[in-house]
């Protein structure tokens, strides 16, 4: 009995086959797509994350009011003043840089804020750090290249005042009631000429600007943080 020879194919896989150079590749692509996904999900992740903590910016009401530092402030005459000489009047106190761009956007609109303001028991005033001016002509001049000619304008002597609040960022804004108490902050610049902003600032004098030195014992309901 003559017994035949099986042919056995040894010539390599053809591309595309199972287990050929093709199906190496096809892993590798399907690898490196899977890499990319995962990198795309990670970047969306980290965007909403920024995204949530951007939208906390807004007013900051305390749920105690806060005694005001001493420090002094100069005019443009040179006269110095504290913010307790404010006394009687809700304070908007917006501390801000030559050196900062959207301080200088919002000068514009903080003139029309005060123009329609300015009746109602609301002063509002804006304070620099002194070193950042050769003089008053400088100090003049660059409020009036941004149309902020007309607000009450002020220095802060040696950052004093900027210290004793912890501010280190522009723009950042006090708000102090009638009590001279610090009762909120707004951290970051707001288009000051929108009627719902200025309508927001009227609610928040209505219920803080006669609020006193609450006993932590006894406690109030915490007014959350809102978008300005």
């Given at each position: 009995?003559v017994?035949?020879?099986?042919?056995?194919?040894?010539?390599?896989?053809?591309?595309?086959?199972?287990c050929?150079?093709?199906?190496?590749?096809?892993?590798?692509?399907?690898?490196?797509?899977?890499?990319?996904?995962?990198?795309?999900?990670?970047?969306?992740?980290?965007?909403?994350?920024?995204?949530?903590?951007?939208?906390?910016?807004?007013?900051?009401?305390?749920?105690y009011?806060?005694?005001?530092?001493?420090?002094?402030?100069?005019?443009?005459?040179?006269?110095?003043y504290?913010?307790?000489?404010?006394?009687?009047?809700?304070?908007?106190?917006?501390?801000?840089?030559?050196?900062?761009?959207?301080?200088?956007?919002?000068?514009?609109?903080?003139?029309?804020?005060?123009?329609?303001?300015?009746?109602?028991?609301?002063?509002?005033?804006?304070?620099?750090?002194?070193?950042?001016?050769?003089?008053?002509?400088?100090?003049?001049?660059?409020?009036?290249?941004?149309?902020?000619?007309?607000?009450?304008?002020?220095?802060?002597?040696?950052?004093?005042?900027?210290?004793?609040?912890?501010?280190?960022?522009?723009?950042?804004?006090?708000?102090?009631?009638s009590k001279?108490?610090?009762?909120?902050?707004?951290?970051?610049?707001?288009?000051?000429?929108?009627?719902?902003?200025?309508?927001?600032?009227?609610?928040?004098?209505?219920?803080?600007?006669?609020?006193?030195?609450?006993?932590?014992?006894?406690?109030?309901?915490?007014?959350?943080?809102?978008?300005?």
């Open positions: 009995m017994m035949k020879k099986k042919n056995v194919n040894l010539a390599p896989a053809r591309k595309g086959s199972p050929g150079r093709g199906s190496l590749l096809t892993g590798f692509a399907d690898f490196s797509n899977l890499v990319r996904g995962l990198i795309l999900g990670l970047l969306i992740l980290a965007l909403n994350i920024s995204s949530a903590f951007a939208n906390q910016k807004g007013v900051n009401i305390f749920e009011p806060r005694d005001l530092p001493k420090a002094k402030i100069m005019d443009k005459n040179g006269k110095a504290t913010l307790q000489d404010f006394d009687g009047q809700f304070l908007i106190v917006i501390f801000w840089s030559k050196n900062c761009a959207p301080c200088l956007k919002e000068m514009k609109t903080l003139e029309v804020f005060q123009e329609k303001t300015k009746y109602d028991g609301i002063k509002l005033i804006i304070v620099s750090n002194e070193r950042e001016w050769s003089g008053a002509k400088e100090y003049e001049k660059i409020l009036k290249r941004y149309n902020g000619e007309n607000l009450d304008a002020y220095t802060d002597r040696n950052g004093d005042l900027m210290s004793a609040f912890g501010i280190h960022s522009f723009p950042n804004t006090v708000l102090i009631n001279n108490l610090e009762i909120g902050r707004i951290r970051g610049s707001a288009d000051w000429s929108d009627k719902k902003v200025i309508e927001h600032m009227y609610k928040i004098k209505a219920e803080n600007n006669t609020r006193g030195h609450i006993n932590p014992n006894i406690g109030i309901k915490k007014i959350k943080v809102e978008e300005l």
